[in-house]
């Protein structure tokens, strides 16, 4: 099992930026597929950004350009660079991984552990 740890949330004006992390405690190899996602009050928890190793990242339309996910191998410690930030982009921000890689890096239905999240709040 690995347990997920995000920090780095907080309130942000438009047009600024944040650094969100994950650090994944326990054996984490187990579970190679690593991704962030968010979600608003009322709406479904979204799939924003992936790593798959290798250097593979994916990106949902609404983030891509904006947002970097990167992967610490040796600090075990999952970033998301969010820059250009928007009043949309406020939301719970969730980081995740999987063991599957079996339906596909922004589904929510492909992680099976889960942080307990961190709130990120854009103001115009």
């Known amino acids: 099992q690995v347990q997920l740890m995000e920090s780095g949330g907080g309130s942000v004006q438009v047009g600024e930026s944040l650094r969100l992390s994950c650090l994944a405690i326990?054996?984490?190899?187990?579970?190679?597929?690593m991704a962030w996602f968010r979600q608003a009050p009322g709406q479904e928890r979204e799939g924003i950004a992936a790593f798959t190793g290798g250097a593979r990242a994916y990106y949902s339309n609404s983030v891509k350009g904006r947002f970097t996910v990167s992967l610490d191998n040796a600090a075990n410690t999952l970033y998301l660079q969010m820059d250009q930030l928007k009043p949309e982009d406020t939301a719970t921000y969730y980081c995740?991984?999987?063991?599957?890689?079996?339906?596909?890096?922004?589904?929510?239905?492909?992680?099976?552990?889960w942080g307990q999240g961190t709130q990120v709040t854009v103001s115009a």
């Open positions: 995740a991984a999987s063991s599957k890689r079996a339906i596909g890096p922004l589904s929510r239905f492909e992680y099976d552990s």
């Open positions: 326990g054996d984490r190899f187990q579970r190679p597929w």
